[in-house]
Each structure stands twice: as C-alpha cells, then as structure tokens.
C-alpha cells in the first residue's frame, strides 16, 4: 500500500487529496468487516485495508447483547443447522433466500467454535461447554451469548486476532462514494474526519461492511450516528441493486419519552428488555386499558414481537396512546426487590431518570430495530458490480420478512469468511483506478465535498436530517397503507430540495458528516417507501392495513436499482427453492417458540 499527494488540475475547483493504493478495501470495521480482513489475512493477503467512521473497534456490533446462533447443541443434540436454516426461513416467512441461509447456518458451529478459540468469553454450562439458549423464535436452544455483552465481546476478539495478524485499519475515515463506472469497482472516496482532507483509495475488490438503515427513524434502538443507510446508498449509488426493504423490524418496546426534555431525549426508542414483559409485565394504554386482551387474549403481553407492536402501535393510532406517543408498561404488582433482583439494568436507568418502576409505570412505543432489506449479492456476498462486496447488515437475503434474534451477529462472520474466501484467489494488487473514473466521478465529488463544507443554506441538517427519520415513522412505520405512503413519497420529494438547500459546517464537523447521511438517508428511504407501496399484502414485519392478509402470489423479492436517467426503478423476482435437507426439517413441522429477551 502507498499514499502520495495528488492534484488534480479539473475545470471546476478539485482540492487536493491523498490517494491510497491497495489490494482489499474493507469499508467497515464491524463485525462482517472485521471477519472479512482475518479470513483475507489468513489466507496469505496482506495487502488489505479495513476502515470505520469511528474509532478502533466501536462499532455498531459492540451494542449486541442478547447472542449469536449456531447449532452446536450444547443443551438439545437434536439441532441441526438444517433446522436452525427452517427457523430462520419460517420467521422470514419464505421471502429469504434459501441458499444465503443455509450459507449461514451450515457454517456457524464452526464459526462459534473458532470465535471461542480466539478467546470470547462465551457464557458456559457447569461442563465448560458453550452455553446455549433460546432467543426470540426458536425450535431449540441455539443462542450462545457473552453474558449481556456478546457483541462487545464478539467485536473485541475479533479486533484482537486482526491485530494478530497486523491488518492496517484507518479509524475515523468516511466513505462518501463509491468509483465504479457500474460494471467494475475501482475503489472508493471519502475524507479523513479529523483533518477533513479527501481520500481517494485506488482498489480493484471493495468489501461494503457499513451496517444497516434501521436509523432512518425516528424512534430507533441504534446509535444516532449509525445505521443511516450508508452501505445501501453506497452500493445503490455505485450501479447495484437493493432488496426487501420495505421490511424493517420494529421492536414493541422502546422507550417513548418527551423528546423536548433535553434529560429524556438521548433515550428515545432506546430498547426496554422484552424480559419486563417476561417477567410479568402489563401493558396498560392512556385510558388505562390492559389492551392487549383485545389483539391476543391468550398469549397477553408475551405475544410474539410484531403482534405486540402493532396492537401498541393501533391503540396511538386510534388515540389511546399517551403524550409522548406510546403506552404504559406497568410492573407495579410486583416487589421492589423482585425488579431489582430480576431487571436489575432497567430498574437502574429508570430509577436515574427519577422514575420508580415498582410504583409507576413506563412508557414504551414501538422502535425500529432491524433493517432486514439491504445489498443484492450472490452467495459470496457479491454485487452484479464486479469487485463489490457487501456483507453483514448492509447486505439481503438472510433474514427476509421477519429477522430471527440472534441470526444478525451469524450473518455478519459467515459472510466474512464467504467473502474472503472468494475474493483470496482473485487477489493481483491493487489496479488503477482509470483515469477517466477519476476524472468525471472522484475529481468531481471532491469537488462538490470542497463545495458543500462551509456552504450557507435556509435550513439546518439536523432539521432535515430529523425531517427524513419523522416522516418514516409517520408514513412507513408499523401501520402501512397506499394513501400514506404515497403522501410519504411527495413529502420525501419536498425534503430532497431542502436537503439541496441546507447551511453545512467545515469537513471535519457533526454537521457535515450528518450532511453526508442525508444524501445517504434520501435513496435509502424512498427504496422502502417505494417497496411498501409495491408489496400488497401483509407479511412478517410489513404490514399494510389495506391489505391485512399474506398473498402466496407474493412469495417474491422486490428488487429496486438506479435507473439510467435519474429516479429507482423495481422489478420482482420469484424466491428459490431450499435444498432438501432444509426441506426436510421444514416438513417435520419445528415449533417456533417465541421467549422474551432483547
Ligand atoms: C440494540 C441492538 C441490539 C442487538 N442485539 C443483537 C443480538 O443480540 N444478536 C444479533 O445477532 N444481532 C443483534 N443486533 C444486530 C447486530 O448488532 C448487527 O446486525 C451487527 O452487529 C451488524 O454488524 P456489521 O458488522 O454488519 O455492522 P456494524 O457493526 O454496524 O459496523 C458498521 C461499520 O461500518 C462503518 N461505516 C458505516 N458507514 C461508513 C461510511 N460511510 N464510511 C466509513 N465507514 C462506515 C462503521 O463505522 C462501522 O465500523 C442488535 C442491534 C441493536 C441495534
């Protein structure tokens, strides 16, 4: 790898960049990229460069607490991955694709395996086995887990072996564009975030690993600052194609808090453990209703994920919700010293916020959580554009309608050796990027960059950024129908010319950076809005309220790409077959239990 100054002399005014030449770029420091540049690095490519928009090893991943699945069958010897491949096909509701899934769960005893190797500190049975549990929908226990910090520990291991093994990572760099002229990638361009000075990084295989878009809400369980669609917009920017993204999971319980209160803020949609619920639990709307006798009079609050979070959301919707949009969540029958021994965590936050959770209720609402749509790639987790990869959230395919807890975190390293494996042998250095992409797509986005730092406009980004995430939760959040989401399109259609119109600070700014994710956030949204509005039915987390039931004329993925002169184009495609094997274990008719946990 080299860095030299280059200038390039353009007819509008290109700053100067630094150009870095290299083998493998890997954009994301998560999991999946993380996964991705040990597999190149152990099969003898040194020449990679993994790179995040924050620091070392503080990635998205880090806030995974609940587990990881693989059929190790610690507890029931029973499982099989064939069985964990028909789980995850039955909670995706038959929309995922059979052969993404069995690419994942066929390779995750091993992956755990070898996570344990390097050193994460699984939780383990008295046996010093790695312990197993259940975790959302599941026929057998197949979640191992770190304690209630798996992906911080999963992240850790993963960073200390890729020191190991001496992968150069850049921190704080990020990716604004991707050079491709929509066959071939050839590499990608960005700015260093501390010095705001443009990269140009010259690479014949580019490894998309930047997350996933559950953000684009308002109300969400991830970091403000992450998953906002980079790696789809990216990738859709660059000539691939997007799938399934009008499915977004939404978890019931987030926390619904006064937004204008500087103190509760920070904690909007921030996840309330499903064990409240567990643990006994009510849910009570504003006219002091235990509603849920109404949507489910047997299973109550332990009701599977969205039959929860619709009913919650249909009580705000019909006007029983409260002041701040949700509903309460009342644990007051029970002791003092039973929440404390038994939701130690939640007991504690609330109490700091100065409510007590054995004498009042709290409000929760539904919160977006999972982006199940994403990147279209092949087995390999490649894109219809040569040498682009995308794996981990930002990628489709594994989860479908529905994402099954736990598979998020298997995904992201199953693909990174997936991925490394297919892109080792192909590996000839680092290429050069053709003079005419340099000239007519990076010289120019440096320059528009240059133009936008520092720009006067008539409105704040963090207005249009928050513009973007409310206006999805209005018009494509829970409750979908025609009339809404077609008004959530012209509204997006306002938006994109105030985003053209916006006051944007320096390169090395908050407000640049969240500039640069209202470009992202744009395509992103209308690929949902869009894919909602196409798909007339209801199945898994979409949910149309003008068409209620599952359409098996459906059973397709809709496809959505940049047309060739401006605006998104889709097409649908019928889902593959699984192979036998997973056959099998679907027509023995599992049982999804589903069990309260985050
Ligand atoms: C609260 C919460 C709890 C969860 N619990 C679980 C669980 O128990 N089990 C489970 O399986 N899943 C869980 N998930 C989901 C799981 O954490 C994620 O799907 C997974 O960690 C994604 O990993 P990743 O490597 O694909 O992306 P991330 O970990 O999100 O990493 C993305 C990387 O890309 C970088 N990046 C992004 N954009 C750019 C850009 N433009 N330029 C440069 N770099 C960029 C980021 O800096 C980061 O390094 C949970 C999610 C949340 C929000």
Do not use: C
């Amino acid at each position: 790898m080299h860095s030299s100054e280059t200038s390039a002399a353009a007819e509008r005014d290109v700053p100067a960049y630094d150009r870095v030449d290299v083998s493998v770029l890997v954009v994301g420091a998560g999991a999946a990229g993380a996964r991705t540049a040990i597999e190149l690095a152990e099969r003898g490519v040194d020449d990679v460069l993994v790179l995040g928009k924050r620091s070392h090893g503080d990635a998205h991943t880090t806030w995974a607490r609940g587990g990881i699945n693989g059929a190790l069958g610690t507890h029931d010897p029973e499982d099989s991955w064939a069985i964990h491949a028909a789980d995850t096909l039955n909670e995706g509701h038959f929309i995922n694709d059979p052969q993404k899934v069995e690419a994942v769960t066929k390779q995750m005893p091993a992956r755990l395996r070898e996570l344990d190797d390097w050193g994460m500190d699984f939780s383990r049975t008295d046996d010093g086995e790695i312990d197993q549990r259940f975790f959302g929908a599941q026929s057998f226990r197949r979640t191992a887990f770190a304690g209630d910090h798996t992906g911080e520990s999963m992240l850790k291991t993963l960073v200390s072996r890729a020191q190991e093994l001496e992968i150069p990572y850049r921190e704080n760099v990020m990716i604004t564009k991707l050079l491709s002229d929509e066959d071939q990638a050839y590499g990608a361009v960005g700015f260093d975030m501390d010095s705001g000075d443009p990269v140009l990084f010259n690479t014949e295989t580019v490894v998309l690993a930047a997350g996933g878009y559950a953000a684009i809400y308002n109300r969400h369980t991830s970091r403000d600052d992450e998953n906002n669609g980079d790696g789809a917009a990216l990738a859709y920017d660059a000539g691939a194609e997007l799938m399934d993204m009008e499915f977004v999971q939404f978890h019931p319980t987030g926390m619904a808090v006064d937004e204008s209160d500087p103190e509760w803020e920070p904690w909007s949609g921030r996840l309330v453990t499903e064990a409240v619920r567990g643990e006994g639990g009510r849910l009570y709307n504003a006219d002091g209703e235990r509603f849920m006798k109404r949507y489910s009079p047997d299973q109550m609050e332990l009701d599977a994920r969205d039959v929860v979070a619709r009913a919650i959301a249909q009580e705000v919707a019909e006007g029983r919700g409260t002041d701040n949009g949700g509903v309460y969540l009342d644990l007051s029958h029970k002791d003092r010293s039973f929440i404390r021994e038994r939701l130690p965590r939640m007991y504690e936050r609330f109490d700091d916020l100065g409510v007590d959770m054995s004498t009042e209720p709290v409000e929760v609402a539904p919160t977006s959580h999972y982006g199940m749509g994403g990147v279209v790639v092949d087995e390999y987790g490649e894109t219809s554009v040569d040498g682009l990869f995308a794996i981990g959230e930002t990628m489709a395919g594994v989860h479908g309608a529905n994402r099954l807890g736990g598979n998020s975190l298997a995904e992201t390293v199953a693909f990174g050796v997936v991925a490394g494996e297919r892109i080792a042998p192909r590996v000839d250095g680092p290429g050069t990027v053709p003079e005419s992409v340099v000239a007519s797509v990076a010289e120019p986005h440096f320059a528009d960059l240059a133009e936008m730092a520092g720009r006067d406009g008539d409105y704040e980004v963090m207005d249009v950024f928050t513009e973007i995430q409310d206006l999805m939760w209005e018009h494509a959040g829970i409750l979908r129908d025609e009339e809404s989401l077609q008004a959530g399109l012209d509204r997006l259609d306002e938006v994109r010319e105030r985003a053209a119109n916006m006051a944007v600070g320096p390169m090395t700014s908050d407000s640049f950076e969240f500039a640069i994710d209202v470009g992202f956030m744009l395509p992103v949204a209308e690929s949902v809005l869009r894919g909602a509005l196409q798909r007339t039915e209801s199945r898994g987390a979409h949910y149309r309220r003008d068409y209620t039931e599952k359409d098996t004329d459906w059973q397709r993925n809709i496809y959505v790409e940049r047309a060739d002169v401006g605006g998104m184009t889709s097409h649908t495609e019928q889902v593959g077959s699984p192979s036998p094997a997973v056959q099998d274990a679907l027509d023995e008719g599992h049982e999804l239990d589903y069990h309260q946990l985050e």
